[in-house]
Nanobody, 123 residues
């Protein structure tokens, strides 16, 4: 079983950038496909980006395509989400998730979740 911890959230002005990190313990993250999801207050959790265990395939939500980039460093046992051109609508708690679904967009395909890191984008 793998335990996930997100970090890197914070308060940023619109147009700014943040890089989130998902670190694993218990098992090596390189065994898993990893997804990033976000949940704004009063809204359902939604898919943001995903990457396969080898890093050979990535997938992005249309709302973040061209602005966000997911990458993994298997040597460091981490997966990052680089976020640029942030907008107020990107404000949410961001969660990383791991399992073996390929680059899935569905929350139900991931068994392991972190506790989330909050991102607030001010206008």
């Amino acid at each position: 079983q793998v335990q996930l911890v997100e970090s890197g959230g914070g308060l940023v002005q619109a147009g700014g950038s943040l890089t989130l990190s998902c670190a694993a313990s218990g098992r090596t993250l390189s065994r898993y496909d990893v997804g990033w999801f976000r949940q704004a207050p009063g809204k359902e959790r939604e898919f943001v980006a995903a990457i396969t265990r080898t890093g050979g395939r990535t997938l992005y939500a249309d709302s973040v395509k061209g602005r966000f980039s997911i990458a993994r460093d298997n040597a460091k046992n981490t997966v990052s989400l680089q976020m640029t051109s942030l907008q107020p609508e990107d404000t949410a708690s961001y969660y990383c998730a791991a399992d073996f679904p390929g680059a899935s967009t569905l929350t139900r395909d991931y068994a392991y979740w972190g506790q989330g890191t909050q991102v607030i984008v001010s206008s």
